[in-house]
């Protein structure tokens, strides 16, 4: 049988899914207005179905912030990869690799904005953190 949103639900966990992955085809065929409807309407069906902390719904967030990025809406991205960032270094911790993924993406952002002292300040932040981690 057919394992759509109609038979699961809009919130179904495997609808959720479904609902992320042509959000991220679209993006990627460069229709961004279709895929950024997509990705909001995944990435708040995950929050609720799943949670706002679980992985696929951090996943989906960070997804949805580079959507905005790529279709020019920054100051969005930032308000989301700010609260990305935030939540990541609360679960994960401050060296994990998804919390410095958020951040570098989070700086491009700044950059993007016209934000640049802030840019340089959290790339100085992160530089410093990987050389810590990973040696010089």
């Known amino acids: 049988g057919e394992r759509g949103g109609a038979q699961l639900g809009g919130a179904h966990q495997d609808t959720t899914r479904a609902t992320d992955t042509p959000g991220a085809a679209d993006r990627e065929?460069?229709?961004?207005?279709?895929?950024?409807?997509?990705?909001?309407?995944?990435?708040?069906?995950?929050?609720?179905?799943?949670?706002?902390?679980?992985?696929?719904?951090?996943?989906?967030?960070?997804t949805l912030a580079r959507s905005y990025w790529s279709a020019g809406r920054t100051a969005e991205?930032?308000?989301l990869l700010e609260r990305l960032a935030a939540d990541l270094e609360r679960l994960m911790g401050a060296d994990h690799g998804a919390t410095h993924s958020a951040k570098a993406s989070l700086a491009v952002s700044y950059l993007?904005?016209?934000?640049?002292?802030?840019?340089?300040?959290?790339?100085?932040?992160?530089?410093?953190?990987?050389?810590?981690?990973?040696?010089?």
Do not use: C, M, W, Y
């Not at 909001?40 to 609720?48: F, K, M, S, V, W």
């Not at 993007?112 to 040696?135: N, S």
């Open 29 to 62: 065929a460069a229709r961004t207005p279709e895929a950024i409807v997509r990705l909001e309407q995944g990435t708040a069906d995950l929050g609720r179905v799943l949670s706002a902390e679980h992985p696929e719904a951090l996943k989906a967030r960070n």
């Open 112 to 136: 993007l904005a016209g934000r640049t002292a802030e840019a340089i300040e959290l790339q100085e932040h992160l530089t410093a953190d990987l050389q810590r981690l990973l040696g010089p």
């Open 77 to 79: 991205a930032i308000e």
